[in-house]
């Protein structure tokens, strides 16, 4: 049986969540050991996934990222939502960060082969209700200079209103 495709589009949305992207991001500007703001959150939600895929190779350096919240409104201070990853250092075309979800100390974990994600996440809630957030990426112990990588999430909101927009 073939579906069109808005059917298999809101047949995803429903059994994945909703889906979300960035669009490429430098490298040398987003992993350069600093914060960057890249999905806007209003309300609570629930996230399912929360990947960067190269779409460059990244270049040699030995940077790090993990992946947290902050609020605006109520006023919460940067929260993590994972440990940082190993060194992104010459990540290929099609490797994903993959954050893992669940307890906020588990790493972000790099896939060993492009285009082959094996993490299955556990969800996890951020957000507040009437709540306005944003997911970012923190990088360390080295700068990118080459390479770009584009942020997907899929998400369930959790309350009325509630939903995710790409900040960059």
């Given at each position: 049986?073939?579906?069109?495709?808005?059917?298999i589009s809101r047949i995803g949305d429903i059994v994945n969540?909703?889906?979300?992207?960035?669009?490429a991001l430098a490298a040398e500007t987003y992993i350069h050991q600093n914060q960057s703001e890249i999905f806007n959150v209003y309300g609570p939600v629930r996230i399912h996934l929360l990947f960067?895929?190269?779409?460059?190779?990244?270049?040699?350096?030995?940077a790090t990222?993990?992946?947290?919240?902050?609020s605006t409104s109520p006023s919460i201070a940067v929260q993590p939502m994972s440990a940082a990853?190993?060194?992104?250092?010459?990540?290929?075309?099609?490797?994903?960060?993959?954050?893992?979800?669940?307890?906020?100390?588990?790493?972000?974990?790099?896939?060993?082969?492009?285009?082959?994600?094996d993490i299955n996440a556990a969800p996890q809630i951020v957000g507040t209700d009437g709540g306005v957030g944003t997911i970012g990426i923190?990088?360390?112990?080295?700068?990118?200079?080459?390479?770009?990588?584009?942020?997907?999430?899929?998400?369930?909101?959790?309350?009325?209103?509630?939903?995710i927009t790409a900040a960059v």
């Open positions: 049986m073939n579906y069109n495709p808005s059917t969540g909703i889906r979300v992207d960035t669009s960067g895929e190269v779409t460059e190779a990244i270049s040699n350096n030995a990222l993990l992946y947290n919240f902050t990853s190993g060194s992104l250092a010459q990540l290929a075309v099609g490797e994903r960060i993959m954050w893992v979800g669940g307890a906020v100390a588990t790493a972000v974990v790099l896939t060993a082969t492009p285009g082959i994600s923190l990088t360390a112990d080295a700068d990118c200079t080459d390479g770009t990588v584009k942020f997907s999430i899929f998400y369930t909101p959790l309350s009325d209103g509630a939903y």
